[in-house]
């Protein structure tokens, strides 16, 4: 069941997702973003260095596992996944930017994690592990569960302009579902395959909605001092917000053969869609009104 998953159901229910949301976009919005790098920068720093310090700074003062503190530094070394998208584009947000770092992100960790999550083995562990990532393997999963169905999603809506505006408001209800059913057979499937349910990991949750809104107000705080607009920096903050949990359950059952720290990825990524979804529309609402206070 579990490998029957995670090979195909899990990958084609990401691709379905990703075909949805390049209904609802053009190739200007991606030109754009080359004509304008500075939000590409700043989501690429936010992720490869912003966030890693601040998990440090949060965990290291506390009295967790130690394997647990490396489960929340691998979470959010992985790169935002398909789940970002989702949640920029019921925002309104710029989908065009989230999906551009959700990929370019995606490449950078194969560098990035392995380098993050080495240290944290030696600061919380006392120990150190070789970590690979297949770039072959990588490069494939974001054709197939993000580049290509994009532009299969983009060429759709070229050709059929009409069909794609129709579909917008359903797919805002029907996407999220999809997404929500994946995380469901996530936690089913651990549950049947562990000797601790996931009700032995609980505790986790106040940590893991800490690290969220943290790192999120900080990287929108630093998207704001680099002068990117209100509909950029929410969608950063959302980017680094909500992670790749499959990545990082891949890592540490894989890589890492541990399952306490592929936990904090399973309770990480379950929960985490509604509070990013929550304070991505809080940001947005905030800064709008205080707009329109001013003025």
């Known amino acids: 069941m579990q490998s029957l998953f995670s090979a195909y159901l899990l990958p084609f229910s990401l691709s379905v997702i990703m075909v949805g949301m390049g209904l609802s976009l053009e190739r200007q919005d991606f030109t754009n973003i080359i004509r304008y790098p500075r939000s590409i920068f700043v989501g690429v720093i936010s992720q490869i260095i912003v966030l890693p310090v601040i998990t440090f700074l949060i965990f290291y003062f506390t009295h967790l596992d130690p394997l647990i503190k490396v489960g929340f530094i691998l979470i959010t070394a992985c790169a935002g996944g398909s789940a970002t998208n989702i949640i920029t584009h019921m ?11 959700t990929a370019l992100n ?4 194969l560098i990035s994690l392995p380098v993050i999550v080495k240290i944290a083995l030696i600061v919380f562990v006392g120990e150190s592990q070789n970590i ?12 197939l569960t993000i580049i290509i169905p994009t532009f299969i999603g983009m060429w759709v809506r070229h050709n059929f302009p009409t069909f794609a505006q129709k579909s917008q408001k359903p797919l805002r209800i029907i996407l999220p579902l999809i997404l929500f059913s994946v995380f469901a057979i996530m936690l089913i499937i651990d549950d049947e395959n562990s000797s601790k349910t996931t009700s032995h990991y609980l505790f986790l949750i106040p940590w893991a909605l800490l690290l969220n809104f943290i790192s999120m107000f900080v990287v929108y705080i630093f998207s704001r001092l680099m002068k990117l607009n209100i509909k950029k920096s929410m969608t950063i903050s959302v980017e680094v917000g909500l992670k790749n ?3 990082g359950i891949f890592v540490a059952e894989t890589l890492l053969k541990n399952h306490e720290i592929a936990m904090v990825s399973v309770i990480y990524g379950s929960i985490t869609f509604f509070s990013t979804l929550l304070f991505g529309f ?7 009104l205080s707009f329109r206070f001013r003025n």
């Open 91 to 101: 925002l309104r947000g710029n989908l065009a930017l989230s999906i551009s770092l």
């Open 106 to 109: 995606s490449f950078l960790i």
């Open 132 to 143: 690979e990532l297949s770039i072959i393997d990588t490069v494939l999963n974001i054709l």
């Open 245 to 247: 949990s499959i990545v």
């Open 282 to 288: 809080l940001e947005k609402r905030i800064e709008l």
